[in-house]
């Protein structure tokens, strides 16, 4: 079956700017987590959502990071007034949620530039 | 607080020997691991896993890891490298209060020919 997809796959914006990023998980997962890989890191948890509810948002940066999951399925990462230190790669992952530390299944990412 | 380390951001090998990548865990209680890995321009795939079953956990494509308690470590293993086998490999944990992964920053694997 398909797998998670995320749209754009690059995005380049000019600081100051307002961006989306799209994440379509696998059909049926409950779970869906947001992730910022930085040049050389490994990714940084921002946010999980448990249905439609962010069950921890602990890990966005600041209140210029928002995030929705309105039916459950597709989450939008929404990005104000972009600064050039959120340049990353942004990832999602999806997992079915039957407990706890279920496999989570990543998209390609989005590659975001702050020029 | 629970968290990673792997040791060693870059390892080579040539083609046919031994992989071993570094992963050390540092928790108050037992954790579950993960390891996975990165191929330019793909997402994140997973190799293995352990959630407190059998120590010695084998994974897709030949890569299997070993917990061990006493050392804190979880490395990954394979004993004949491939050069498919070049990638990024990211050793993670899950916190205990939730599902969010814990990654570590990362080993790039090159394999030479």
């Known amino acids: 079956g398909a797998g998670v997809s995320q749209t754009p796959s690059n995005k380049v914006t000019e600081k100051g700017k307002y961006v989306e990023l799209r994440c379509d998980p696998i059909?049926?997962?409950?779970?869906l987590y947001w992730y910022r890989q930085s040049l050389g890191q490994g990714p940084e948890f921002l946010i999980y959502?448990?249905?439609?509810?962010?069950?921890?948002d602990s890990g966005l940066p600041n209140d210029r990071f928002f995030a929705v999951r309105p039916e459950g399925s597709v989450s939008t990462l929404k990005i104000q007034r972009t600064e050039r230190g959120d340049s990353a790669v942004y990832l999602c992952?999806?997992?079915?949620?039957?407990?706890?530390?279920?496999?989570?299944?990543f998209g390609p990412g989005t590659r975001l530039l702050v020029l | 607080a629970q968290s990673v380390t792997q040791l060693g951001s870059h390892v080579s090998v040539s083609e046919g020997a031994l992989v071993l990548l570094r992963c050390n865990y540092s928790?108050?209680?037992?954790?579950?691991l993960f390891w996975y890995v990165q191929y330019p321009n793909q997402g994140l795939q997973l190799l293995l896993k352990?959630?407190?079953?059998?120590?010695l956990v084998k994974g897709i494509n030949g890569f299997e890891a070993e917990f061990k308690k006493s050392e804190t470590s979880f490395h990954l293993t394979k004993p004949s490298a491939h050069m498919s086998d070049a990638a990024e490999y990211f050793c993670?944990?899950?916190?205990?209060?939730?599902?969010?992964?814990?990654f570590g920053t990362g080993t790039s694997l090159t394999v030479i020919p």
């Open positions: 992952a999806s997992s079915p949620d039957r407990g706890f530390a279920e496999t989570q299944y």
């Open positions: 059909s049926g997962h409950t779970a």
């Open positions: 959502f448990q249905g439609t509810g962010a069950a921890d």
């Open positions: 928790s108050s209680v037992p954790p579950y």
């Open positions: 352990y959630t407190s079953a059998a120590t």
């Open positions: 993670a944990v899950i916190k205990n209060t939730g599902n969010q992964f814990y």
